[in-house]
């Protein structure tokens, strides 16, 4: 499975390589101790050897070896000690041993010129590490030669392996977690300029700072600079559609009202017909570019931007608006909204679609309009209802749909609960519409809360 974490695959990836590098670096680390555990164990052999051969007594006339003095180390005298010598007499084949091989004879291989390093088996089956070599003492009629074996146990150097081993391995361990600790404070220093960038980027949907101003790496200012170009030519964009949808709305009222003055005219001349539908059809054009002139006022928004608007205050200061209206001011309203409220979305926005839907249900309630909010989790819920006529439940999922009406009798466009439908579609919202208790229209709107 791809790992998508940038900061996870980064400190993989320095896990991994820290791994194979420490394992390398304890491979040859081990491997270069041994041989200098090795080089050490056979330089002692070697000056012990040599040490044998000066106090070898070549004038002495017994057929065996004979020393003129000891060695220092008692271990020479201690039985199956781990440290041992042997000479051998090679004209008579007479040997003498350390008291620490006991009664055992190694068995040493042919006699070469020079020191030579070697295994043997020891007193008690063990593997010896042994040094040989053949010294040549000259006297009258002849020389005499000797071979000179001196070994130790190979277990001491291998304990001394092992045991340095496992030293190495917990000292790598503890450079490992200490490498590995650095790795991921590299990366979260290394990734910090992305986190302010998301901060960035965030205060831009809260619409905080309009672009990303601070200062970044070298390697992010690309990512950063096109960020600001996206943003720019967006807003760009949209200003310009909203421009050019504005000119041609108002360019249109003006053949618009000559229409009407000549629809007038043909009245005049008695053409009523014909008036009529003209004056019918400039209505329904007007009434359509007042609706787009009212869409162009929306804030259009991208996933990433964040408002807010109080819900309270907005609904209270609609609501206080249409009491004051000949129609409002014989109804009742009934206001029950949680304290502070505040819903994602423009608070001119809000302005609009709370008072399209209190109109509505002014210009049709008997006697009571009843408004209430509550806040469900990520979202919250606005319910306007009147104690009106209602609707037929077949017409209800007509409601605010554009180019429908469905109350045709009565006075209006119908593009109010248009307008209201598309502002809950830019804010991530739902509206619906269902008969109220008391049989009246009843609007249920939902919004992102602030």
């Keep these: ?250 360019g249109l009222k003006t053949p618009l009202a000559v229409l009407g003055t000549l629809a007038y005219e043909l009245e005049g001349r008695g053409d009523a017909r014909s008036a009529a539908s003209i004056i019918g059809l400039t209505n329904e054009m007007r009434d359509r570019i007042d609706y787009q002139l009212r869409l162009v006022r929306l804030r259009q928004r991208t996933r990433m931007q964040a408002l807010s608007a109080s819900l309270n205050s907005i609904v209270s200061g609609a609501v206080a608006v249409l009491k004051k209206t000949l129609t409002g001011e014989q109804l009742e309203w009934v206001v029950d909204i949680d304290d502070d409220l505040n819903v994602d979305i423009d608070p001119n926005d809000l302005i609009e679609l709370v008072g399209v839907i209190l109109e509505n249900a002014a210009q049709w309630a008997k006697t009571q309009v009843h408004v209430q909010a509550r806040t469900g989790g990520a979202m919250v819920e606005l319910q306007i209802s009147d104690d009106g006529p209602g609707i037929a439940q077949s017409d209800l999922n007509s409601i605010g749909r554009r180019g429908k009406r469905v109350d045709e009798a009565g006075t209006g466009t119908g593009l109010g609960l248009a307008i209201a439908r598309e502002i809950v579609a830019l804010n991530n919202g739902t509206i619906a519409f269902e008969r109220s208790s008391s049989c009246g229209l009843e609007v249920v709107i939902r919004l992102p809360a602030a």
């Excluded at 900061?7 to 304890?26: D, E, H, K, T, Y």
């Design 1 to 250: 499975m791809r790992i998508q974490s940038l900061r996870i695959r980064l400190i993989l990836g320095a896990g991994v390589w820290i791994a194979i590098a420490l394992v390398l670096a304890g491979l040859a680390i081990g491997y270069l101790f041994t041989k200098s555990v090795e080089s050490s164990a056979s330089a002692d052999l070697s000056a012990t050897t040599s040490r044998l051969v000066a106090l070898i007594d070549p004038s002495a006339r017994s057929p065996a070896p004979v020393l003129s003095g000891a060695l220092p180390d008692p271990r020479y005298d201690t039985p199956i000690s781990g440290l041992y010598w042997q000479i051998t007499d090679l004209g008579t084949q007479q040997t003498i041993r350390s008291r620490s091989l006991w009664d055992h004879v190694l068995k040493a291989s042919s006699p070469v010129e020079g020191g030579q390093l070697s295994t043997m088996q020891g007193p008690v089956g063990q593997w010896l590490l042994a040094f040989s070599l053949t010294a040549r003492f000259p006297k009258a009629k002849g020389e005499r030669r000797y071979q000179i074996v001196v070994a130790q146990d190979r277990s001491i150097l291998d304990e001394a392996i092992a045991r340095f081993g496992q030293e190495l391995a917990v000292a790598l361990a503890i450079l490992g977690v200490a490498l590995v600790v650095a790795a991921i404070l590299q990366v979260q220093f290394g990734l910090s300029p992305f986190r302010t960038l998301r901060q960035d980027i965030e205060n831009i949907r809260k619409g905080i700072a309009p672009a990303i101003e601070a200062t970044y790496p070298r390697e992010v200012v690309p990512v950063v600079s096109e960020v600001n170009a996206l943003l720019a030519l967006q807003q760009t964009s949209m200003d310009f559609a909203r421009s050019r949808a504005s000119d041609l709305a108002h």
